[in-house]
């Protein structure tokens, strides 16, 4: 094309316009000799800058947002910084009349870091005149939207507005970006980055609506089970702590529920499962007592409940909070302690005994959760599907007497490596074996 040729894509409306300029996005220049070298420094340094900052976000616990809306802003200034390096190297100049000419014998029209950014992209939806009374512009045309730009322009800006828009959710105070080490494996978790997620199709409680009082992006519990979707948890000195307020949850849910309500949208289960236990935060009670309230006025129909490792279960706000969930799901995997130590592997000292005396309190409202799983980690064999393992296993449900039993393999990745998922033909078995005992039991694949 020649310099300021058109070519009409949709009407007047949008029209590809050949047009060079010595600046920034949108034909913004910086004047003089050095103008343009300047420019070109600058954009190569804040590229490099750029970068860096980007690699250390893909590596943290950050919003996919942030790392969208910063990689657009740098492909767009490394779009820029190839048009001003190498133009002026591979093309003569251009002109209204003439095509430019690639590769000319007697060199290109600039030298390198002085070439023109080449636009195209030119959107005139309005055009018209200004009121005769208005002031200075009176009678004037005006088109709206007048600068051309390309699609380097076009990178940075969305980025840019993406982070202007997005930047409390980006920059939560909640949220760490550091990099914390991880014990002993480099296995990464699925975490949750919201306090309400959502709602999804869940293969135990149909359609469920998520609520995690966990920090966000950390998992923070009271076990380091060897096939926790959700990573390993963090020692004690680096886990992040700052938990959503109970205030923050009550209006995080109802907004949820409401707007679901609107969209007459499903809704089977509230389900309080997240980043790590749930009962570790300090108002877990009290945010119980918060989602019965909110339930009864969107979604009366549908069922609370809780997963939960049984770890606190003992204490009696929890206890008693635990009792008013119409699905109280509560972890029991192993029957022997040392199986008990090698897969749960709890970072507070209990033993399997005091977890079965805690679940015991709950015989009327009691949901048994068994994830089974064999394999070797750290050189150490671990398996709660060998024949005395699931005998004592039996044993204690016996005695639990839950009102169901639900039996599952893993079905994310495991932060130990060498975990084993267990086949559907084992764990089929094992149901056949608890319903003997006259207790409901669900296999999930």
């Not at 990573?231 to 707007?259: D, H, M, Q, V």
């Not at 267990?422 to 056949?432: F, G, H």
Request: hydrophobic fraction near 40%; charged fraction near 20%.
């Amino acid at each position: 094309m020649t310099l300021g040729q058109s070519i009409p894509v949709f009407g007047d409306w949008f029209i590809i316009h050949f047009t060079e300029n010595y600046g920034m996005a949108f034909g913004i220049e910086f004047s003089g000799e050095y103008g343009k070298l300047i420019l070109s420094i600058f954009r190569i340094v804040a590229v490099v800058v750029i970068g860096w900052y980007l690699a250390s976000l893909v590596k943290g616990p950050v919003k996919k947002g942030l790392i969208f809306a910063v990689s657009l802003i740098m492909g767009g200034a490394i779009g820029n910084i190839i048009d001003s390096s190498f133009y002026g190297l591979i093309f003569s100049e251009s002109h209204f009349n003439k095509v430019a000419e690639f590769l000319p014998e007697a060199g290109g029209y600039g030298t390198f870091l002085h070439g023109k950014v080449v636009d195209m992209l030119y959107f005139p939806i309005i055009q018209g005149r200004f009121p005769e009374w208005l002031p200075f512009k009176g009678g004037d045309t005006f088109v709206f939207f007048r600068p051309v730009f390309n699609i380097a322009d076009s990178a940075i800006t969305i980025g840019v507005f993406t982070l202007l828009i997005f930047q409390k959710r980006f920059f939560s105070k909640t949220q760490k970006t550091e990099i914390v080490s991880e014990p002993e494996e480099d296995g990464e978790g699925f975490l949750f980055e919201q306090i309400i997620f959502g709602p999804i199709k869940s293969r135990r409680l149909g359609i469920s609506l998520g609520v995690n009082l966990l920090p966000l992006n950390s998992k923070h519990c009271s076990f380091n089970c060897l096939y926790c979707e959700c990573g390993w948890t963090k020692p004690e000195k680096e886990a992040c702590t700052n938990y959503p307020s109970r205030e923050e949850i009550r209006e995080a849910l109802s907004k949820k529920l409401e707007a679901m309500q609107v969209r007459k949208a499903m809704l089977d289960t509230i389900t309080f499962a997240g980043n790590g236990e749930p009962t570790l935060h300090s108002d877990f009670a009290g945010i119980i007592d918060d989602t019965v309230a909110l339930r009864n006025q969107f979604y009366p129909s549908a069922r609370i409940a809780v997963l939960s490792n049984a770890s606190y279960a003992g204490k009696k706000e929890v206890a008693a909070a635990l009792n008013k969930v119409d699905q109280n799901i509560l972890k029991l995997d192993t029957g022997t302690e040392e199986t008990f130590q090698k897969i749960n592997n709890p970072r507070i000292r209990i033993s399997l005994e005091e977890i079965i005396k805690n679940v015991e309190k709950f015989r009327e409202n009691l949901i048994i959760q068994a994830l089974f799983v064999r394999g070797t980690y750290n050189g150490v064999d671990f398996d709660n599907t060998t024949a005395e393992e699931v005998e004592a296993w039996l044993q204690h449900i016996k005695r639990l007497q839950p009102s169901l039993v639900m039996i599952y393999p893993i079905a994310r990745a495991t932060p130990a490596k060498g975990v084993e998922k267990v086949d559907m033909e084992t764990l089929e078995q094992i149901a056949r074996k608890v319903e003997a005992l006259g207790i409901e039991t669900e296999v999930y694949p």
